[in-house]
């Protein structure tokens, strides 16, 4: 009976140090995905997609005057033509973020974040 309980108790360490082993190479992982980078490119790519007429993507990304354009242009200018201009800013949008989300992590911070591209 002991040895049934030295097993048990072996085995229980074993899959504790497996589970341990798993978790710090999942942080490892995590930190090295975002070491030094404040990346925003899942989260804008699918506001874009989502929200993306109303310009909440370009406030997170830091384009308040973009973010205003799509604003106007989804509200006023949409009300004004009856929903047209709405749709194309929402067309434009989804575009938009699936560019985002199709890019790599390291290309998007580059262009979007370092270079400040505003537009596709």
Sequence with gaps: MSEEN?????????F???????????ADSAKEAFAGQDN??????????FLG???I??????YNKEG????????????ITCGFAATVTWII?????IIYL???????????QVGRKPWF
């Design 53 to 55: 007429g109303f310009g």
């Design 40 to 49: 925003k490119k899942i989260l804008a790519g699918i506001l874009a997609i």
């Design 102 to 112: 199709t890019k790599s992590d390291e290309e998007f911070y580059n262009t979007y």
């Design 6 to 14: 030295n097993s048990f108790e072996d085995k229980a360490k074993e």
């Design 68 to 79: 205003i354009i799509l604003l106007v242009v989804t509200i006023i200018i949409g009300a």
């Design 16 to 26: 504790a140090e497996g589970a341990k082993e798993t978790a710090k190479e999942f």
């Design 57 to 62: 993507h370009k406030f997170i990304l830091g």
């Design 93 to 97: 949008t989804v575009i938009e973020g």
